[in-house]
T-cell receptor
Framework: DVKVTQSSRYLVKRTGEKVFLECVQD?????MFWYRQDPGLGLRLIYF???????EKGDIPEGYSVSREKKERFSLILESASTNQTSMYLC????????????FGNGTRLTVT | GQQVMQIPQYQHVQEGEDFTTYCNSS?????IQWYKQRPGGHPVFLIQ?????EVKKQKRLTFQFGEAKKNSSLHITATQTTDVGTYFC???????????FGTGTRLQVTL
């Protein structure tokens, strides 16, 4: 069974802090994704990566960056956290290809105060 | 970017009643996926539809892909409390890897 692990379930940070959200998958998937989920807005794609050191912007990349130094790990970075980045963050992975389903981690609920 | 409208946003039914959620796109889709997210959980893949007019069933769940491949529906027959959650459709946009999600339909089932 695919396992996607997010390092923290809950996180509280202060405005202006640099925040790292970590995600690790154990199924050798090529593609990894970061989404944020907000009530009424569904899941919105922040960034995704289709290979090591490769990344592409999603629909809402502003205020975020990512790092993929190893195939199994995909990190989301908030350079200077702001209150409007309070949200549920979901990491997902999938095999390469148009028809591959996403496997999600349990999510990190980030609160920025 | 790709617009995927999902309706309704919320539906409350009594156990035993049927439920349907619809996903509509302004452009022709290559395929569509459906996910379910239980309260407090993460989205879990249910099914993928690829062919025009395709219909797939999973027990009480019936998934349809429109003839023009611009819309899809998920129908649940005789809902149970275990069906509670939010149902999302997701479509490929841009590069092969990128999935765009609908806004979801939250289903509440009461006895």
């Amino acid at each position: 069974d695919v396992k996607v692990t997010q390092s923290s379930r809950y996180l509280v940070k202060r405005t202006g802090e640099k925040v790292f959200l970590e995600c690790v998958q154990d199924m050798d998937h090529e593609n990894m994704f970061w989404y944020r989920q907000d009530p009424g807005l569904g899941l919105r794609l922040i960034y995704f990566s289709y290979d090591v050191k490769m990344k592409e912007k999603g629909d809402i990349p502003e205020g975020y960056s990512v790092s993929r130094e190893k195939k199994e790990r995909f990190s989301l970075i908030l350079e200077s956290a702001s209150t409007n980045q309070t949200s549920m963050y979901l990491c997902a992975s999938t095999l390469r290809g148009r028809n591959s389903p996403l496997h999600f981690g349990n999510g990190t609920r980030l609160t920025v105060t | 970017g790709q617009q995927v409208m999902q309706i309704p946003q919320y539906q409350h039914v009594q156990e035993g009643e049927d439920f349907t959620t619809y996903c509509n796109s302004s452009t022709t889709l290559s395929n569509i996926q459906w996910y379910k997210q239980r309260p407090g959980g993460h989205p879990v893949f249910l099914i993928q539809l690829v062919k025009s007019g395709e219909v797939k069933k999973q027990k009480r769940l019936t998934f349809q892909f429109g003839e023009a491949k611009k819309n899809s529906s998920l129908h649940i027959t005789a809902t149970q409390t275990t069906d509670v959650g939010t149902y999302f459709c997701a479509v490929n946009t841009g590069t092969a890897s990128k999935l765009t999600f609908g806004t979801g339909t939250r289903l509440q089932v009461t006895l």
